[in-house]
């Protein structure tokens, strides 16, 4: 990597050439994998995820059924090839933490209650991480609950906004979030307004963190748009075939 020494240059642009408040290019496609009951692939600037959702089926083995729901199960995994340094297959505690935080960001859009003593499998690859890779994960698996037929609250969004040479930007890159100087990563659930993780390395202000606030929502409103764009394309493709 090229040293860098400026995150945002006299023209008020960062390394990416990105506005403050603009997210990066995102891709999606939904129902690529035959053998899942629901699946999406994301690809959020150089970020590349596919998620693959398996239920609601019976609870296996028995004693993770839960009497008045289903139980969701998520695995966050990064392919030993995802980053710039050979990362060991073993899950590390950081996978550890990650599935959990984006399992409990998911699950307050799911109707689990539908479906007592079942479960719920959510497997999220990352085959190419550069920062922001829980957010895009996020993004993507509740596609691909949707693509499952899963009933949904709504769908669930996420975008992280941080601090960079002092200011605020979103949807940070993985060099801006290691030279800068903070990062919050945001899940949205527009139809409940509920925001459903909320995560913070580094330091805000109080006005910063307000301000965050408004700006993740709205690059959240942005990702929906593309999400929900993305869920019509598919169905509207299944229908003509
Ligand atoms: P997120 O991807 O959600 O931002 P982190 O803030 O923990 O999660 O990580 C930021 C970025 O750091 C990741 O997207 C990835 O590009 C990089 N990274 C994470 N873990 C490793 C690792 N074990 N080896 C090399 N790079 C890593």
Redesign the pocket.
Known sequence: MTEIKKLIDENGLRVDGRKLDEIRPIKIEIGLLANADGSAYIEQGR?KIIVAVYGPREAQPKHIGLHDRAAIRCRYH?APF???????PAP?R?EIE?SKVIREALEPAIFSEYYPRSMIDIFIE?LQ?????????ITASSLALADAGIPLKDLVVAC?VGKIDGKLAVD?S?VE??LGEA?M?IAYIPALRKISLIQM?GIFTEEEFFKALNMAKDACMKIYKIQKEALKQKYLQTEKE
Request: net charge negative.
């Open positions: 970020n990064m995802s980053t710039d340094e050979r990362k060991s590390s950081r990650i990352v991480s550069d920062g922001g890779s829980r957010c895009a994960a992280a940070l993985d979030d290691k990062d990563p390395d």
